[in-house]
């Protein structure tokens, strides 16, 4: 069963994680048995490169002060969107 969602992360966009860090979207993916779609990002600090449900990229958690808030923020738009406008 495929999910519908609402938001998805801008591919190439730079985003920051609520515990700090910047990270780069590369690409959404979708997982060859579950169909489960997935973004892959890599820091922009260290290059490793990760991948996360995509339900998760932008789901409520709690930082350190007790606020809810989500997991990853656009940080800056970059070049290829000034481009696409």
Known sequence: MKTEYTQYPKVGGIYTHY???????LTLAVHSETCE???VYKSVEI????????HM??????NYEGYKISRFRLFEITKK????L
């Open 81 to 84: 969107d000034i481009y696409d």
């Open 19 to 25: 515990k700090g860090g910047k990270y780069e979207v």
């Open 37 to 39: 779609n997935h973004v």
């Open 57 to 62: 990229f932008f789901e409520t958690v709690e």
């Open 47 to 54: 290059g490793c490169v990760y991948v996360r449900p995509l």
